[in-house]
């Protein structure tokens, strides 16, 4: 079992910066592939971010490239993710997930993430 907890969210102009973390309880973190999802009002969930247990491998959606980083220190049981030049079409609430997984894969799909976390609201405003 993974319990997941987000924190960084907030309200930040066009341009701007944010960091949001993702903190994990439970033994399986460091086995876990984990990723960040984002959900608009009326829109579906949508992959952000991923990366492997290891941290060797990442992925991102096009729509992130070049302005977001995801990271984790499995030391700390913590993931992050760094956006960078944000615009206000990325408003929405970003949720941490989190699979067991030891390959070197990353799922871009909602069904393959059994643990989720509440979810922390981003604002970009204009």
């Known amino acids: 079992q993974v319990q997941l907890v987000e924190s960084g969210g907030g309200l930040v102009q066009a341009g701007g910066s944010l960091r949001l973390s993702c903190t994990a309880s439970?033994?399986?973190?460091?086995?876990?592939?984990m990723a960040w999802f984002r959900q608009a009002p009326g829109k579906e969930r949508e992959f952000v971010a991923g990366?492997?247990?290891?941290?060797?491998?990442?992925n991102y959606a096009d729509f992130v490239k070049g302005r977001f980083t995801i990271s984790r220190v499995n030391a700390k049981n913590t993931v992050y993710l760094q956006m960078n030049s944000l615009k206000p079409e990325d408003t929405a609430v970003y949720l941490c997930?989190?699979?067991?997984?030891?390959?070197?894969?990353?799922?871009?799909?909602?069904?393959?993430?059994?643990?989720w976390g509440q979810g922390t609201q981003v604002t970009v405003s204009s």
């Open positions: 990366i492997t247990w290891s941290g060797g491998s990442t």
């Open positions: 439970g033994r399986t973190f460091r086995n876990s592939a």
């Open positions: 997930a989190a699979r067991s997984d030891y390959r070197d894969f990353i799922s871009l799909n909602t069904y393959a993430y059994p643990y």
